[in-house]
């Protein structure tokens, strides 16, 4: 059945949420004691990667283990390890040591609470790939040198209720003085009063799969989906987006329940046979947000071109085609991408969601014998 | 004069296009330890597998008493010993992973090296280095992987 063809391809989009966030810091605070110079950058949230250790057989993930008669695999859980990453960023001298970075509510003791860094990173890469290479790498090394500034970041547990807490990251630096050789812990604030967090993602590709009551050029109930490729404007998603969809099936079914209501999987014979593609430039955005739960709107100018076959009762089909245009307004509840406490309402995100829509059109091309108004429904996801 | 059929010029295109844009051929070893040790003032370095679509790197080492691994790198060959632009992600030590360094390595060990990504979007003339403390004295010991063309040379 041509719905169930098209939920399958745009099931994948759904998942919108379950990739990397990266939030930027707006209003740093300097970390204590104050030399060197630290402060928080910025984190990423579902830091999604393999578990180290592992390795990626193609379809398998198998754990190598070198032995004296060569390398064996043994078999390893298909999984990722879920972290968060945590960018400070270090104004050091010619040469600062770095041997350990802990996450912790700000009420634990200096380096010694909350969680230990499972891996510290540093903004030295090479971007023979700025496609797949990261902006900072592993340093397996202890301690992590750096010179002059960098950003060095930690990579930890995910810990949600941490996210939205008062939390610090310790930097465990060393200071070395001829033979002599001391420790200093450096607390940096990460989140908590008057630190704020904006959403770093700018280009983002989206996806909806929806329910449309009617078309200006037909009265039947139709089925679509789309896809949308758009960039973030300060909290305002501007995209483009196509569309696809149609009634289901090629011809009415005489034992179909009557009406135009049902066009859209089962058609009976108060159906017509539509078909029909477009496009439309849409603003979005986020007008609220809860933990994980948002409000999110979207305001679109749609164009639509459709291909409609009627068969009048004893009659034989017709054939016909129309275009029209109009706006589309929508309001969605979302679940959104994992968010940390001092974000931005309106910060840009991912998300998936319901939506209701309403939409208005004029028939420019063709003849209009839908809805001028019209709405649906929409599982959405950006 | 023959001249050549439309499909072998536009495999040529192709296969050109595809160099430039980074993509390469991938290159393999796998095998047992013992071919090909080479050993330097105690320390003998073995490099055992390593896959260019993979991201690890399986050496066997055999080293003096109180050696500490302190890093290893995938380096290019114009990179100074030691100091290549892809350090190790995480070492397995005869099945035991360590995600931070240093480890000791006394003695005859079998060792995974996990490295990033983007270790291998370029894969000629690589070198795979091994950074040591035996007994408190610094140590580099370099292996090759690759040639100038992207083809295996360990051993050489």
Redesign the interface.
């Given at each position: 059945m041509r719905a169930w063809a098209l939920l399958a391809l745009l099931a994948p989009t759904t998942g919108a949420s379950c990739v990397e966030v990266r939030y930027q810091v707006r209003d740093p605070r300097i970390g204590d004691p104050a030399q060197p110079p630290m402060q928080i950058e910025g984190l990423s949230v579902r830091d999604l990667h393999g578990v180290p250790g592992e390795e990626d057989q193609g379809n398998d993930w198998a754990r190598p283990k070198m032995t004296a008669s060569g390398m064996e695999y043994r078999d390893a859980p298909d999984d990722f390890e879920r972290t968060v990453l945590w960018k400070v960023r270090i104004q050091g001298g010619a040469r600062t040591e770095i041997t350990g970075l802990t996450w912790s509510p700000e009420s634990a003791p200096r380096c010694a609470g909350g969680h230990q860094a499972l891996d510290i990173l540093v903004d030295d890469v090479e971007h023979n790939s700025a496609l797949l290479a990261p902006d900072v790498q592993v340093h397996w090394e202890r301690p992590v040198v750096i010179s002059g500034e960098q950003v060095v970041a930690g990579r930890f547990h995910e810990d949600p209720p941490l996210l939205h807490a008062p939390s610090v990251v310790d930097v465990l630096v060393v200071h070395r003085d001829g033979d002599r050789t001391t420790e200093e812990c450096v607390r940096v604030p990460a989140t908590g009063p008057g630190i704020t967090y904006w959403n770093k993602k700018r280009w983002s590709f989206g996806g909806r799969i929806f329910w449309r009551r009617s078309l200006p050029s037909t009265s039947s109930s139709l089925f679509g989906v789309a896809a949308s490729f758009g960039r973030w404007v300060g909290p305002v998603r501007i995209g483009i987006e196509g569309t696809v969809g149609g009634t289901s099936d090629s011809k009415p079914d005489s034992e179909a329940p009557s009406g135009t209501g049902w066009c859209f999987i089962d058609p009976g014979t108060d159906c017509d046979i539509a078909t029909f593609g477009g496009g439309s430039l849409e603003a979005s955005g986020i007008g609220w947000r809860w933990n994980r739960w948002a409000l999110g709107w979207s305001v679109a100018f749609e164009s639509i071109y459709a291909r409609i076959k009627h068969t009048p009762p004893g009659g034989t089909q017709v054939a016909r085609s129309a275009v029209s245009l109009g706006p589309r307004l929508g309001l969605s509840v979302l679940r959104a991408a994992p968010d940390v406490a001092g974000v931005s309402r309106i910060s840009p995100t991912s998300a998936w969601g319901f939506e209701v829509f309403v939409a208005a059109g004029t028939t420019v091309s063709g003849e209009g014998a839908g809805d001028p108004i019209t709405g649906g429904i929409a599982l959405i996801g950006f | 004069m023959r001249r050549p059929s439309y499909i072998a010029v536009a495999a040529a295109v192709v296969l050109s296009a595809a160099s430039g844009a980074?993509c390469h051929y991938q290159v393999a070893i796998?095998?047992?330890?013992g071919a090909a040790p080479r050993c330097t003032d105690g320390v003998c370095l073995e490099v055992?597998?390593f896959y260019t679509n993979?991201?690890?790197v399986?050496?066997?080492m055999h080293a003096p008493p109180s050696t500490r691994l302190?890093?290893?790198r995938v380096a290019a060959g114009d990179s100074p010993a030691c100091q290549g632009?892809?350090?190790?992600?995480?070492?397995?030590v005869?099945?035991d992973?360590?995600?931070?360094?240093?480890v000791d390595v006394s003695g005859g060990?079998?060792?995974?090296f996990?490295f990033?990504?983007?270790t291998w979007?370029?894969h000629a003339d690589r070198f795979f280095d091994v950074?040591l403390d035996v007994a408190g004295a610094p140590r580099c010991v370099r292996a090759r992987l690759t040639n100038a063309e992207g083809r295996v040379a360990v051993g050489s």
């Open positions: - | 980074g796998d095998r047992k330890p055992v597998t993979r991201k690890t399986g050496v066997w302190i890093n290893a632009r892809f350090p190790t992600e995480w070492v397995d005869d099945g992973l360590h995600r931070q360094g240093p060990h079998g060792l995974v996990g990033p990504a983007n979007m370029s950074e």
